[in-house]
């Protein structure tokens, strides 16, 4: 029976996955090793209970004994804390889900990869902060990452059989998510409430904002280029407003391989699970004749500094994406909190990145997960300057 563990089970892709396992016979067909949660743990134990895992374990300290107590009698060992969420990844498992969201997912990623679990990798700031260390990592102890990110998982798919170096260039696309229909000049006043309508998909929140300010697809096309290997000036970006491409393959032979389907993200965490096999999926089958017309459009700079700001990362990186990220996510929570308007996320990025200078340059093959540890602390202090200084000036 295959052993499988979940990082981040309670969350939008943790719980998906939940469903696809449930749906596959649960406890009957995978034997559950570890699932990870943040402060839901009423949700937590609910679903350790459901596929009788081993070990049940939450963010928090100051909910372990509830967790306990939901958890008494089952058997179900509880614990608590990030050391304990890590060591939990230690626990060999032959599939591990790794859907924490933020930096905070950096750590069982690798931890897995130790024991030579395939990964099937949400976590995109994964490769963003530490691409190379996580592709190394990899390969040193044979292990395999999966992409569960919609636009790499259809990537991959349609490298199937190919050659990487006949590939020309990957196209991302891009819904443009809630806001891509508003004029530049009104963005700046966008409330989260606007930001989080996303057209599409049904997502976690953060995500849901950084598809509207495109720092998701700045992310994506970092991530795209630690995963795949191509350079930076291989990867393209393309609004897609239908999200019924996922994404596309060019070679040098001119053909485009493109990946479609609904927008569910059950597929790609299905494909991820099921590899190298394809199994039935619930997922809605398209009806072209219905769709009748796919639209696309170039992304304009302007709207989305992001994706400006995610070529000055892969120029440099080195620990530029740790900077990149841990100073998007500060952002984005002082957006949340009202503190910065929607364009001044980006702003507050920019201008860490600046502040950073000096500091962002490494060789890839000297850098440590620590360095790129130390650099997510230095980018998210300075961030919070930074974001306050941006605040009281508006
Ligand atoms: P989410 O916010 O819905 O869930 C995140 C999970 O991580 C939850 O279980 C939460 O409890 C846990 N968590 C949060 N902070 C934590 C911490 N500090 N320590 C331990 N656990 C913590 O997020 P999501 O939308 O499921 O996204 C998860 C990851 O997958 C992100 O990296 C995201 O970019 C990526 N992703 C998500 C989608 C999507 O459709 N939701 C698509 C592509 C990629
Ligand atoms: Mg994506």
């Known amino acids: 029976m295959r052993s499988i563990s979940i990082f981040g089970a309670t969350g939008s892709i943790g719980e ?39 070990v049940a374990v939450c963010a928090e300290a100051s909910e372990l004994p509830e967790l306990r107590e939901r958890l008494a009698g089952s058997g179900i060992e509880a614990a608590a804390g990030p050391e304990a969420i890590a060591e ?19 750590a069982p990623g690798f931890r897995a990869l130790r024991h030579g679990a395939t990964l099937a990798l949400a976590n995109k700031e994964s490769l963003v902060t530490a691409g190379p260390l996580l592709m190394a990592e ?21 490298l199937v059989g190919e050659d990487i170096a006949a590939v020309e260039r990957i196209i991302l696309t891009a819904s443009g998510g809630a806001l891509r229909n508003w004029p530049l000049e009104a963005l700046a006043k966008a409330t989260v409430k606007e930001a989080l309508a996303h057209p599409n998909w049904a ?21 795209t280029r630690e995963f795949f290997g191509v350079a930076p000036d291989q990867v393209e970006v393309i609004i897609h407003p239908e999200s019924l491409i996922h994404s596309m393959v060019g070679y040098r032979d001119g053909a485009v391989m493109a990946h479609m389907g609904a927008p569910d993200m059950r597929h790609s965490i299905g494909y991820a699970l099921n590899w190298p096999d394809r199994a039935h999926l ?57 503190g910065i308007g929607f364009m001044q996320m980006a702003e507050v990025v920019e201008r860490v990145l ?20 130390a650099m997510d602390h230095l980018a998210r202090v300075r961030a919070g300057e930074i974001a306050g200084v941006v605040a009281g000036a508006r």
Do not use: C
């Not at 396992?21 to 034997?31: F, H, N, V």
């Not at 950073?356 to 850098?367: K, T, V």
């Open 16 to 54: 998906q996955t939940v469903d696809l396992l449930e749906r596959a016979g649960g406890a009957d067909s995978y034997r559950v090793v570890a699932l990870t949660g943040g402060r839901n743990v009423t949700r937590l134990a609910e679903m350790a209970r459901a596929l009788r895992a081993e």
């Open 88 to 106: 939990a990844a230690d626990r060999p498992a032959d599939w591990v889900m790794s859907s924490i969201v933020g930096a905070a997912g950096l």
């Open 138 to 158: 990899a390969a040193r102890h044979g292990a395999r990452i999966l992409p569960v990110d919609s636009e790499h998982s259809a990537i991959f798919q349609a």
């Open 203 to 223: 997502m976690g929140q953060r995500i849901t904002i950084d598809s509207a300010s495109m720092f998701n697809k700045a992310l994506e096309v970092i991530e």
């Open 282 to 338: 619930p997922v809605a089958r398209l009806d072209l004749a219905q769709i009748a017309t796919l639209t696309f459009r170039a992304p304009d700079l302007e709207r989305y500094p992001a994706l400006r700001l995610a070529r000055e990362v892969m120029a440099r990186r080195g620990l530029s994406g740790a900077a990149f990220n841990a100073a998007k996510e500060v952002a984005l929570d002082h957006f949340l909190a009202g």
């Open 354 to 373: 600046a502040a950073l200078d000096g500091e962002l340059s490494r060789d890839i093959g000297q850098m440590t997960l620590e360095d790129v540890q």
